[in-house]
């Protein structure tokens, strides 16, 4: 009804708001003439600097103020006194302050600030931003997705042999999730029905952008978190394509799998040749 949208309208506003306001932050790390220096957290493939906390704590600042009834979720105060990763039908903010960090350190221009707004353990909002491109992404449940403003859609692709698909390594690495991406990775480019081709942008968030605009057609990833696809699960939805679970079954944001894609008929032949890891629920660092 009128009520609810009203309510998330304003929600979107602030989170456009705060989006941008997060973006300065990162954007000015970048324009200093030294790297972004990091310190690595379970391996040396799984870093953080100083611009990640500094965002999340901007960010959790700006939602707490301004709704202090709100629950919040963020990858770098996980676990703390402050947030568990939990999800419960009250209105959940939930965000990756940087996604992509390790291409924030490189300079490689695909890193995102992700914020998505879980109500009633829905989507509502989602929110990613490529600071590095000025790419606003976006999506109000019932609205469509946008790109700076322009309305986007999935390609609409139903063919394997014809699809562009988006995978990842995983930034941990641990190795049964890196060898089951790597199995996944290696069963789509040789089927006999090869793809067109396999990218990682390194970037969760934006790989899913990538299909929600219809420049590539799926996205598949074991072992990402709720934070990298909370706000990307709203995007595609509203740009008219599917999430799902790896196994082609209803999508679980605390499972830490996402097969994300432009056609159920596309996802049906991803799911036949990809083999399922399960992981355990809670986080194993
Ligand atoms: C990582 C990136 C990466 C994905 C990992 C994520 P971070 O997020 O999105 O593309 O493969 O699963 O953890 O650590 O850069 O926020
Ligand atoms: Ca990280
Ligand atoms: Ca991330
Ligand atoms: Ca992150």
């Not at 970048?30 to 960010?59: A, G, I, N, W």
Request: hydrophobic fraction near 35%; charge should be negative; glycine fraction near 8%.
């Amino acid at each position: 009804g009128g009520v609810v949208n009203t309510e998330f309208d304003e929600y979107y506003n602030f989170a456009l708001k705060i989006a941008r306001e997060g973006g300065k932050v990162a954007q000015t790390a970048l324009k200093q003439t030294e790297k972004p220096t990091f310190v690595e957290k379970t391996c040396s493939s799984d870093v953080v600097t100083k611009t990640d906390v500094e965002v999340e704590k901007l960010l959790f600042d700006r939602i707490r103020k301004m709704y202090p009834a709100h629950s919040l979720i963020g990858e770098e105060s996980v676990d703390t006194s402050e947030t568990a990763c939990k999800l419960t039908g009250n209105p959940t903010w939930i965000i990756d302050p940087i996604d992509g960090t390790s291409n924030f350190v490189h300079g490689f221009p695909f890193v995102a600030i992700s914020i998505g707004l879980w109500i009633d353990k829905k989507p509502a909002i989602g929110i990613i931003y490529n600071l590095i491109l000025d790419q606003m992404y976006s999506a109000c449940r019932g609205k469509g997705a946008t790109l700076n403003g322009e309305k986007i859609h999935v390609s609409g692709q139903t063919d394997l042999n014809k699809a562009f698909i988006m995978c990842e390594w995983g930034s941990q690495r641990v190795i049964e999730w890196a060898t089951s991406n790597r199995d996944n990775m290696f069963s789509l480019a040789t089927a006999p029905n090869q793809c067109h081709g396999l990218r990682s942008l390194g970037s969760s968030a934006l790989n899913i952008c990538m299909v929600a605009s219809g420049c590539a057609d799926a996205y598949y990833e074991t072992g990402l978190h709720c934070w990298d696809m909370a706000a990307g699960i709203l995007i595609i939805e509203e740009s008219g394509g599917v999430c799902m679970d790896i196994e082609g079954g209803e999508l679980d944001l605390m499972s830490r799998r996402l097969l994300c894609c432009s056609t159920p008929v596309l996802a049906k032949e991803i799911v036949k040749k990809t083999k399922p890891l399960s992981l355990k629920r809670d986080d194993e660092n």
